[in-house]
């Protein structure tokens, strides 16, 4: 096959497969906020529902009928929203979103719908149907929700060059937070976690952004302290082992960690001698998943195309949807009322006025549905709506024994039931707002007791790491090898830094660098200088020095810009040497003695290091005597 018929066979096939990916398998339905795997669960547990639990084996067996992938993703798919709380009842072992534990086989393991659910998820004749995959069952185009389910539970998917991370939120904020969106107030929701802990939202934008999540962490004395909550994305596995990895980096000193967690998180954390409460709770911030930043990109399908969206649009989507949905229920519901209205005013008037008597002498069907239209005709101000075949048909179904037990009060108190019904529909269509509103608020008294809000939001500052760093780093030198470094077991000057901390070396032949802990360097000359280096500060020296010919200079330098590990020089000529480092802007006098000539009479001077001005590194700086000098010294 050539490339010029492969080429349109490709891209055809690719823009097909990512469609269906995107469409039907990874992004949500803004309507019901399921993905097609969620869908299909819940239908088939509403199809099969009966009350009781279902073993997760045959709830999965079922849902393959609908849906066309293997069982392994309906299994998981199925425990993710179990362990949501909402929809789905759980009984046996469903795993652990605390630690990470994963279920027990789906033979193990049951399931049902929770009153929830089964109250607000479902209503089948007003649900819009297509055939399954295989043509043999009919699944929901999408589920007749009066929730913001994709709110409620949260979602991730990843599809073909998109992706959706929507963060989960609290029951009852949502539900008010629609309430008010209908009485035009200003909404503003945040997410809520399983999980608990801290949540700050500074950085969070109506569901762009970032929030920042931490564990509860709460000390016992100086030297305990117990983590009681650990954030979203991730388990107690998952913060025990970044404490451990932080302690053997030794960013973190631990002395021993337990965990004694169950349903609820609870890590202690021994300290190690030296070591405080109040001093490490930071680290573990810093340094360890006990700290977690969070990005939240909302995509769902709408119309058939993925939707970039935010929170307010989403809720005022769900609850414009809501409003729809109980509109089209009291709509349906009024027809039902009307038609049982239709039918009880006509069944009263055929036994009441014994139309039924006119039938006894036909013959012929014909006759008797004449004889039945003829008996209802003067009575047709009293009808409800025009009166059909159908209706005619049903009159005559009418048993005998129906007929003469027939209680002409209780069919007036049921007529007089069904007015009463029809008004109050009818009432509730005209304010349909205020319905909308007081179902809402149903909902809120009957189940917002089972949600409280687990995540509490605050604000925290960030932990400066560079603060909060431990210097565990001994950077050693040896001076008759010339090494530095971490792995150095020389102990001519030593030196204990972080992992930010920078360290300037000053040779004697004149050159210095800057570097973080290294393991082990060469260095060209004998260090003269070997202490921290503040980056922000600098470092001032006064500096006086010999070249080839032994000619001295004397300059000031201010180190502060540099790149880290990078040799600098700080005199002219690789020759020369360094005779004295004098740090900060000093004022000394200089005692200097000249090299030994023949016929010399003036054999010294004395130079005045406060009559030398800051300069660049690379400057040569002021000569400081007419001859070649053999000694200087310090005058104090």
Sequence with gaps: MSQTTLDPLMRRNFLEYASYVIVDRAIPDYRDGCKPVQRRILQTLWEVDDGKFHKVANVVGETMKLHPHGD?????????????????????????????????????????????????????????W???????????????AKLPVILLLGIDGIAVGMATKILP?????????????????????????????????SDYDAGRGRIRLRARIEPEGDKRVIIREVPYGTTTEGVIASMEAAAQKGTVKIGSINDYTTDRVEIEVH?????????????????????????????????????????????????????NQIKAELEWELEQLEQKHHWLTLEQI?????????????????????????????????????????????????????????????NRRDIDDIVRAIKQTRAKLRRLTKTTIDYLSGLLEKYGHEHPRRTEITAFETVDIREVARAHHKVNYDKSSGFFGTQ????????????????????????????????????????IHYALFDPEAGARFTVVYRDAQRIAYAKKVHILRFINNREYELIKGREGKIAQL?????????????????????????????EVDFSGITARGRRIAAKPVARIKVEK
């Design 169 to 201: 939120h609290n029951f009852c904020e949502v539900l008010q937070a629609q309430i008010d969106l209908l009485e035009n107030r200003s909404v503003e929701l945040l997410p809520d976690f399983i999980q608990g802990g801290l949540m700050d939202a």
């Design 488 to 527: 150095v077991r020389g102990s001519d000057a030593s030196v204990n830094m972080s992992d930010f901390d920078k360290l300037l070396v000053v040779c004697e032949d004149g050159t210095f660098r800057i570097t973080g802990p290294v393991d082990k360097q060469l260095l060209p000359a004998r260090a």
């Design 130 to 144: 297509q055939p399954s995959y295989d043509g043999r069952k009919k699944e929901a185009e999408f589920l007749p």
């Design 350 to 410: 055929f036994i009441e006025n014994r139309v039924y008597k006119r039938i006894e002498e036909q013959t012929t069907q014909a006759g008797v549905t004449a004889a039945v239209y003829a008996g209802m005709e003067p009575f047709t101000q009293l009808f409800i709506r025009a009166m059909t075949d159908d209706d005619v048909g049903r009159l005559l179904e009418i048993r005998i024994r129906r007929i003469s037990q027939y209680d002409i009060d209780k």
């Design 582 to 610: 004098i740090p900060g802007d000093s004022d000394a006098q200089l005692h200097c003695e000249f090299v030994k000539a023949k016929r010399q009479r003036v054999t010294s001077c004395d130079f005045d290091l406060g």
């Design 271 to 323: 300290l190690a001698r030296g070591v405080y409460a109040d001093e490490v709770i930071p680290q573990l911030y810093a340094y360890t998943d006990c700290e977690l930043s969070i990005s939240s990109n909302i995509t769902v399908i709408r119309d058939g195309r993925p939707w970039e969206t935010t929170v307010p649009d989403l809720l005022y989507e769900s609850t414009l949807g809501l409003r």
């Design 72 to 128: 392994a993703s309906i299994f998981e798919a199925l425990v993710v929203m179990a362990n949501k709380e909402y929809f789905i009842e759980r009984q046996g072992n469903f795993g652990n979103v605390i630690t990470g534990d994963r279920a027990a086989a789906a033979r193990y393991i049951e399931c049902r719908l929770t009153p929830l659910a089964r109250e607000t998820l479902f209503n089948r004749h007003l649900t819009h």
